[in-house]
DNA sequence: TGTTTGACCACGG
DNA sequence: GCCGTGGCCAAAC
């Protein structure tokens, strides 16, 4: 693990701002955190596995499907979260995806720390 | 040190 | 509206 500052922590940050109940996608933040890549994003959720406080479960890719569902600790974990959190999934697809859409410019000006 | 892959997205056909 | 291709940056091999 390293303490030093990367887009990693960013992209924490910006998912620990996810209100629960909404859901966001992998180009919002990269498009907000200005990173020009999506699939960093990704990474950086990849090792978020090892964070608690990373509700990595809200974040989908363009399509609204559940994609990292796999790399959770059961499938069908994600799913239980986010219906937990009152998201209807269907198919392994966000229902109502574009209205529970979240876009982290909602924000507004928001500190990472 | 160069190649491949990755929880992706936008664009074109 | 679906499928194929390119691009983006970083880490692992």
Same mark, same amino acid.
């Given at each position: #693990?390293?303490? #030093? ?10 998912? +620990?701002?996810?209100? +629960?109940?909404?859901?966001? &996608?992998?180009?919002? /933040?990269?498009? $907000? ?8 994003? !990704? =990474? ?6 090892? #964070?608690? @406080? ?9 399509? !609204?499907?559940?994609? !990292?569902?796999?790399? $959770? ?9 986010? %219906?937990?959190?009152?998201?209807? /999934? %269907?198919? &392994? ?7 529970? $859409?979240?876009?982290?410019? %909602?924000?507004? @000006? =928001?500190?990472?720390?």
């Amino acid at each position: #693990m390293k303490d #030093m500052p990367t887009y990693y922590d960013l992209v924490y940050a910006v998912v +620990r701002k996810v209100p +629960r109940g909404r859901v966001t &996608n992998y180009g919002a /933040i990269a498009d $907000f955190l200005a990173l020009g890549a999506s699939r960093m994003v !990704g =990474w950086a959720l990849n090792n978020s596995h090892f #964070m608690d @406080d990373v509700p990595a479960h809200r974040v989908v890719n363009r399509k !609204g499907e559940l994609s !990292g569902r796999h790399h $959770f600790a059961t499938p069908t974990m994600m799913q239980e979260l986010l %219906e937990s959190e009152g998201v209807k /999934i %269907e198919d &392994n697809c966000v229902v109502e995806f574009k209205t529970l $859409f979240w876009h982290p410019q %909602e924000l507004g @000006d =928001w500190e990472p720390f």
